[in-house]
């Protein structure tokens, strides 16, 4: 079964051009317009409903894509926690080291070719339970 890919961004047009380009190539997604709201959402299902990839905005109001990490490190360490994350930013991370092991980033504006091929990859891995980067 294919999962979906989860998008966090607090921006709808973000969202909705990450979407329909996901869709548009038979991807299923979830969309979430904060960190706290997609918590919520993913706690709320069951772990074979769970997505293959988190792709989540890094900087945003209320808590970033680090506190996200780390929270979902810190509550569910063996289980969400290992959804792999693709952080987005159209800002520099200051401290790209300080990114958590296995999260990939995309520099916004990215190309859709850079998301195809970070959805695909991690759908294929997910698939074929090949190890994570």
Same mark, same amino acid.
């Given at each position: ?6 998008? +966090? ?8 051009? +990450? ?19 997609? =918590?919520?959402?993913? *706690? ?8 293959? %990839?988190? +792709? ?36 520099? =991370? ?10 990939? %980033? ?5 190309? %859709? *070719?850079? %998301? ?6 991690? +759908? ?10």
């Amino acid at each position: 079964m294919l999962r979906s890919i989860c998008i +966090i961004d607090d921006d709808e047009d973000v969202r909705d051009v +990450i979407t329909y380009a996901l869709e548009y190539e038979g991807y299923k997604t979830l969309n979430f317009e904060n960190p706290r709201n997609a =918590i919520k959402g993913l *706690e709320a299902m069951a772990s074979d409903q769970w997505p293959a %990839l988190i +792709i989540l905005d890094y900087y945003m109001p209320e808590m970033n894509g680090l506190e996200f990490v780390a929270y979902l490190k810190e509550h569910h360490p063996t289980t969400l926690a290992s959804i792999p994350v693709a952080f987005s930013s159209a800002y520099a =991370i200051k401290d790209e080291k300080s990114l958590p092991e296995g999260v990939f %980033l995309m520099q916004k504006p990215f190309d %859709l *070719e850079t %998301l195809l091929s970070v959805a695909k990859f991690y +759908i294929q891995t997910e698939q074929t339970n090949l190890p994570l980067i």
